[in-house]
């Protein structure tokens, strides 16, 4: 299945995070580590503002490193980001939910700092697979309210499908898939998304031209720092995206179809109408496959990164989809 980037940088609130968390260090005579550990500092003082804590779990061969957020006993949210993302890609959308949702946002094998063995399976079932098992291992019982992003909504989709009485309702957001109104190079041909791993200096600026429609201004020190973290992952992230070329080869438009056609539950699509990675047009096309999902939602003037590029307007229509499901009268069993 095709794959679209995540990248975990904020707008307005990093920059100011930024100001307070850096200005007592004097850049010129900064090490890389003391960058690292600012940009950590960072990350971590918008988990909090977004009502987050930082965790890990470990289950089987899996350490999983999440952050979670709201409280116990209110309805359950999971929220998978894109591959060579991070958990924190979706922050800023978190901290409108976590006042009356129970929030659980994963890093997934590959990405974050979850860790996984050296000759772990990144396929997209086994991915989905073990997403079971970690859901399980934290005790989030009963059915969970799921979204995915990019590569996280082949994920999504495939968990929906997989395990529909543990799922409430679908967010698609910008969502990978094997679809017939392919127009972008990344969806004709899956072999350029090895042109979109950042392996060396200035491959993030290339992947910010191409996941945003107009990328915010980024700090020097932050964009290197998400850089050295992003080339530092790399391994893991050519392994799944080989992954994700060979499901291309063993799927098809039929079969994948197939797989949303099975899908029951209430689904929201959103999409960024000028996405350079999935051609927006596939939105229509993933609808009509799904049995209950509403009239994609397009955002004009965003690009591949709808939680970062425009969160306010992704909470906007997520909120009120996520009250009428939680509002909606439970559907009774015909009489016999």
């Given at each position: ?8 940088l ?6 100011a ?44 061969d ?22 060579a ?22 890093d ?112 020097k ?59 927006v ?14 009239p ?26 996520l009250?009428?499901?939680q ?10």
């Amino acid at each position: 299945m095709n794959i679209l980037f995540s990248v975990p940088l904020r707008k307005t609130f990093t920059a100011a995070l930024l100001a307070c968390s850096l200005s007592a260090v004097a850049i010129s005579t900064t090490q890389a580590a003391e960058i690292e550990m600012s940009f950590q500092n960072l990350l971590q003082q918008e988990r909090a503002w977004a009502g987050l804590q930082s965790k890990t779990l470990k289950v089987g061969d899996i350490t999983w490193s999440y952050s979670e957020g709201g409280q116990a006993g209110k309805p359950i949210i999971v929220l998978i980001h894109g591959l060579a993302g991070s958990r924190d890609n979706w922050n800023r959308v978190a901290q409108a939910l976590t006042a009356n949702y129970h929030v659980i946002i994963p890093d997934l094998p590959a990405s974050g700092e979850t860790q996984v063995p050296k000759e772990f399976d990144y396929s997209v079932p086994n991915v989905t697979e073990k997403l079971r098992r970690f859901i399980e291992a934290a005790n989030l019982t009963g059915p969970a309210h799921i979204a995915g992003h990019s590569l996280g909504g082949s994920v999504a989709m495939l968990y929906a499908g997989q395990y529909s009485f543990e799922t409430k309702s679908l967010f698609l957001v910008n969502a990978a898939g094997v679809y017939r109104t392919a127009t972008t190079p990344y969806l004709k041909d899956p072999n350029q998304i090895r042109n979109m791993v950042v392996s060396k200096k200035g491959d993030f600026n290339f992947l910010m031209q191409q996941a945003m429609y107009a990328p915010p201004f980024i700090p020097k020190e932050i964009a290197q720092a998400q850089e050295q973290m992003m080339i530092g992952q790399v391994e893991q992230t050519k392994k799944m995206i080989e992954q994700v070329i060979a499901l291309n080869k063993l799927y098809t438009p039929d079969s994948f179809a197939l797989l949303t056609r099975a899908i029951d539950a209430p689904t929201l699509i959103l999409w960024g109408k000028q996405d350079k990675i999935i051609n927006v047009e596939v939105a229509s096309e993933l609808k009509s496959l799904l049995k209950n999902a509403q009239p994609p939602v397009i955002l004009d003037k965003v690009g591949h990164m709808p939680m970062l590029e425009a969160d306010q307007l992704v909470v906007q229509q997520y909120l009120p989809f996520l009250n009428k499901i939680q509002t909606a009268k439970p559907a009774t069993a015909p009489s016999p």
